[in-house]
């Protein structure tokens, strides 16, 4: 990629530890609603696998407002505030579905599309991975008016691609629709290596080819309207330590397109002080796949602050400032990440392990031939987060006041920080509590708004994945293919939430307007 390259906030090359206060036992919040429970079987055409939600705010009734929900291989589904489906929208390229395949939203049998379209192999089709909102974007209409309309932006992993959806809640066939140009073009068509230190695959360092079929391609997103009125959107790239910075923009009459701005790169090796003191040591964390970087997917831009934060699976949660006059790759200091994970720095043993790597935290006994142990310090890790580190929530109240939301998916609980501050702990983004939600577990996305939602949200609503839904009554094979665990979504109250986790937290729906971020 050409331009000039510039370390974000100085060269600094070493991380900030600052101690941390301990955490009580979270409280427990009973959600208020759910959606229907997905049932998921490995390698099924189309099985459904709930992920990533998104709330659309409805304009002027609150109690129609929608919760829109990734369902991966099945595309999404959209709810109403009691958790009834109120639309499905396939993937546009899917596989064949037969009438004896396990159950899945939509059609059955049904006919299949067409494979991705750089897709050599002919057998990747698409995967919805992520989900957001933007609301107020102009765009031509088939009459050739300029209208704001709602959006919701989608990455579509198995294509590498965005799927951009209008949302019209009066709409015959369902409130969403595609608007997606008929130009777009994949989102990662090259893909840049960092190898690790440890694991050596003897790949160069750099930018090297991306063919679709391995699938390192759009995974997780977050949305940004800018004060001066422009739209943009985050992207990660799965199984690298990259985030792309996209810009949204009308491609003609009911179309939006997407062109690729800047890149915001991670470097996955760490300097920690060692054990003892007395200098430093490089550290990297432990790859399962030795080819693959560290990944981020959870993405959430601060709308008033303009800060992005981004969540990097094992290593932690980083808060980037961003710039329109930033150069077109940007290289982010370590300083940037605000809050490891606690397994950050830790030592570890690299297992060979047919092709890849099981890590441990403990030295195995014996040690199998080309066992890799890495040395680290585990005074360096982090409090609170238990990799990994997933979906990323903002909650806004008055005066730049509000917190952000983190999904600990390793152990179950979500994590509320100050959104207040600087780029230190002692200046901003304290730790302030945490809770878990009844029944929900390998929380894999949320989200969450502060405004009322109806009588049964009126002061904000929180919808989280889970993971650990209900399993179907008999878990036997479906068509020879194997139950692989049960998803769903459900819907919190804000209130709720703030109430149980001491010392209480504000509700605050009048000072924030979603569809209006920068209304002062």
């Not at 750099?206 to 422009?230: F, K, M």
Request: proline content about 11%; glycine content about 10%.
């Amino acid at each position: 990629m050409s331009g000039k390259r510039r370390v974000v906030g100085g060269a600094s090359l070493a991380l900030v530890l600052i101690p941390l206060a301990s955490v009580a036992e979270p409280p427990v919040i009973p959600p208020r609603a759910e959606t229907p429970v997905l049932h998921g079987y490995d390698e099924a055409p189309r099985t459904p696998d709930a992920d990533d939600p998104a709330i659309w705010v409805h304009p002027s009734r609150p109690e129609r407002g929608l919760v829109i929900g990734v369902l991966k291989e099945a595309g999404l589904q959209v709810y109403d505030l009691d958790g009834r489906v109120v639309q499905t929208v396939l993937p546009p390229n899917r596989p064949a579905l037969s009438a004896e395949d396990p159950s899945v939203p939509g059609p059955r049998p049904d006919a299949e599309t067409s494979a991705c379209p750089e897709s050599e192999s002919g057998e990747t089709f698409g995967r919805f991975n992520n989900v957001d909102i933007q609301y107020g974007f102009p765009l031509r209409g088939a009459d050739g008016r300029v209208r704001k309309v709602d959006l919701a932006v989608v990455t579509d992993r198995g294509c590498d691609r965005l799927r951009i959806y209008a949302i019209d809640p009066g709409r015959a066939n369902g409130p969403l629709f595609d608007v997606t140009a008929r130009t777009a073009e994949r989102v990662f068509p090259s893909r840049y290596v960092q190898p690790s230190p440890f694991q050596p695959t003897g790949e160069p360092v750099g930018s090297q080819p991306n063919p679709l079929d391995d699938q390192n391609t759009a995974y997780g997103l977050g949305l940004y309207h800018d004060p001066s009125d422009r739209f943009h959107a985050f992207v990660t790239q799965r199984s690298r330590s990259v985030v792309a910075w996209l810009e949204l923009y009308e491609a003609g009459a009911e179309q939006v397109g997407y062109r690729k701005v800047r890149e915001f790169r991670f470097d996955p090796r760490f300097s920690i002080p060692r054990p003892s003191g007395g200098g430093h040591l490089s550290w990297s964390p432990c790859r399962e796949e030795p080819a693959d970087d560290p990944q981020f997917e959870g993405l959430v831009v601060d709308q008033q602050e303009g800060i992005l934060y981004a969540a990097q699976e094992v290593v932690g949660l980083w808060k980037v400032p961003l710039s329109a006059s930033l150069p077109r790759v940007v290289d982010v200091p370590p300083s940037r990440l605000i809050e490891p994970v606690k397994s950050f720095g830790a030592s570890y043993w690299a297992v060979p392990d047919d092709g890849e790597y099981a890590c441990e935290l403990e030295a195995p006994a014996p040690a199998p031939e080309g066992t890799i142990a890495v040395p680290g310090n585990p005074a360096v890790g982090g409090k609170h987060l238990e990799a990994d580190v997933e979906g990323l929530a903002l909650y806004y109240a008055e005066e730049e006041e509000g917190y952000l939301v983190v999904s600990s998916q390793g152990d179950d609980t979500l994590h509320l920080y100050d959104r207040e501050g600087g780029w230190t702990r002692e200046r901003g983004n304290r730790h302030l509590g945490s809770f878990r939600v009844e029944g929900v577990g390998e929380t894999d996305g949320h989200d969450v708004v502060n405004v009322p939602m109806g009588a049964s949200f009126p002061r904000g609503l929180v919808v989280l994945q889970t993971g650990k839904a209900p399993p179907p009554p008999s878990t036997e094979p479906a068509n020879g293919y194997e139950y692989d665990g049960s998803t769903q979504f459900k819907l919190v109250r804000w209130d709720d939430i703030a109430e149980a986790v001491p010392p209480g937290f504000k509700v605050d729906t009048d000072d924030y307007d979603p569809r209006d971020p920068h209304d002062d």
